[in-house]
């Protein structure tokens, strides 16, 4: 074997081994982002596992039972949609939090040095309504996390909305839609009452600030804010602008 055989020899097998090391370093990087992922996700779902138990989920099951729960099945789809559209449009696409409005929240958040944004999904929000309290703190704000990312795995997409609709708070004193059908549009969604396109925009209108919002105080205020409900509805396509533009807010009820 020649002296230039040889030297070629240890030259590729010098590369080989720098490329192996290489490629070794490069597997390092990808494994321990992964591995930190790994042990995140694992602790996030033990403490959320902590925190949502039978109790919770026993006490959810109980909503469906009690008299005034009306089956999303029963609601026209534009009543949902008006609320997913105002309240939380990337519902059906997170796992319970959403990024990309917890990112802007804090934005938002650090600038005014306040807790004015929550970020909250439609999950958090039902978590934080019946579970914990409403003080605006990071604590509180984990838990709900947690507890939302939880009650997503144990429930679908539309049991999590349908209880949502059944419970959240409509002011004077009105909790769920059957209640705030009866109060604002003297409907009995239980007796198969439909809500039309305008009272659902209505209705999805309140819970940013039910008071503030409530035809029977403010019908002003009523009116801007389902115009932006129903311009959503527009923007993402459940409904067409002749709907959108039909449905505009009258004050009918008050006069």
């Known amino acids: 074997m020649t002296t230039r055989t040889i030297q070629l020899k240890e030259s590729i097998g010098s590369r080989t081994e720098r490329l192996s090391r290489r490629n070794s370093h490069k597997w390092k990087w990808f494994m321990i ?12 779902t033990v403490a959320g596992e902590r925190l949502v138990g039978d109790e919770q989920i026993a006490q959810l099951n109980a909503l469906k039972r009690e008299e005034n729960f009306v089956p ?12 997913v559209s ?21 934005l938002v958040d650090l600038k005014t040095q306040s807790f004015a944004q929550g970020g909250s999904t439609i999950t958090m929000q ?3 309504n019946q579970f914990l309290t409403q003080d605006k703190s990071l604590g509180r704000k984990a838990k709900e996390m947690l507890m939302a990312l939880q009650i997503e795995r144990h ?16 002011g004077h004193g009105t909790y769920g839609l059957t209640e705030a059908a009866q109060l604002y549009f003297d409907k009995n969604l239980i007796v198969e009452d439909s809500l039309t396109l305008k009272e659902a925009a209505i209705l999805a209108s309140l819970p940013k600030a039910p008071e503030v919002y409530s035809p029977l105080k403010n019908p002003d205020k009523t009116s801007e804010r389902q115009a932006i409900v129903l311009k959503k509805m527009e923007e993402f396509g459940h409904i067409t602008q002749e709907e959108m533009d039909t449905a505009a807010w009258t ?5």
């Open 33 to 44: 982002p992964g591995l930190f992922l790994l042990a995140a996700f694992l602790l996030v």
């Open 72 to 83: 999303l099945s029963q609601l026209p789809d534009y009543v949902p949609q008006a609320f």
């Open 86 to 106: 105002i309240e939380d449009h990337r519902f059906y696409h997170h796992a319970g939090i959403d990024p990309i409005s917890l990112a802007r929240s804090l």
């Open 126 to 128: 039902l978590v934080k």
């Open 155 to 170: 429930y679908s997409k539309d049991e999590i909305l349908e209880m949502y609709l059944n419970t959240i708070y409509f």
């Open 251 to 255: 004050d009918e009820k008050t006069e």
